[in-house]
């Protein structure tokens, strides 16, 4: 009965390829969000959708592009990775008008 | 963009011993938030104080928040070894609940 769940946990991958990573909340939430934390614990959001649509889109390069089918997945397709883009990511549902956010596990994306 | 700073950056305390963390903004806010991070894990929400609120006590966890400083205390009475983690802070500015987070501080408690 995992709240928030994302897959992988851990993503290897070459230069230049395409991945994707999931993200699911069993909150009822209508909320959700992708951040990056970098090696220094730095946590930056990338996108924030609500009600499938989306809310937050700060500067990140469009390689990356969210993707939210309901309002319960929010996935990461992430085009030409690059090793820069080597970090933790977050996905965290919250219920607009409350402040609490809930995180997954975080996937660890490694880029060779 | 960055605008919470927690100090400091690491702290190492005896298991038993208070653990206090600080953390500065820049901007007025709608509330401020505690969260800890366990090694390899994700974040989890301990207590928020609204901008309107000086103190709120949730357990072993006292936070104090002063808008006129811009800043935020976390103390943690009682140390334990499961209190090792990192632990942020994050504020909202608007209605949108937007987080912005601070870098974090490291807390190692010694058996």
């Known amino acids: 009965d995992t709240a928030v769940s994302q897959t992988p946990k851990y993503l290897v991958t070459q230069m230049g390829n395409d991945k994707s990573i999931k993200c699911e909340q069993n909150?009822?939430?209508?909320?959700m969000y992708w951040y990056k934390q970098d090696s220094k614990k730095f946590l930056k959001i990338m996108f924030s959708y609500n009600n499938k649509e989306l809310i937050i889109n700060e500067t990140v390069p469009n390689r990356f592009s969210p993707k939210s089918p309901d309002k319960a997945h929010l996935n990461l397709h992430i085009n030409s990775l690059e090793l820069g883009d080597s970090a933790v990511y977050f996905c965290?549902?919250?219920?607009?008008?409350?402040?609490?956010?809930?995180f997954g596990p975080g996937t660890r994306l490694t880029v060779l | 963009s960055q605008q919470g700073e927690e100090d400091p950056q690491a702290l190492s305390i005896q298991e038993g011993e208070n653990a206090t963390m600080n953390c500065s903004y820049k901007?007025?806010?709608?509330?401020l938030q505690w969260y800890r991070q366990n090694s390899g894990r994700g974040l989890v929400h301990l207590i928020l104080i609204r901008s309107n609120e000086r103190e709120k006590h949730s357990g072993r966890l006292r936070v104090t928040l002063d808008t006129s400083k811009k800043s935020s205390s976390l103390l943690i009475t009682a140390s334990r070894a499961a209190d090792t983690a990192s632990y942020f802070c994050a504020i909202t500015m608007d209605s949108n609940y937007q987080l912005i987070w601070g870098a974090g501080t490291k807390l190692i408690i010694k058996p």
């Open positions: 965290a549902s919250s219920q607009m008008g409350l402040a609490e956010q809930f």
């Open positions: 901007t007025s806010i709608n509330n």
């Open positions: 909150l009822g939430h209508d909320t």
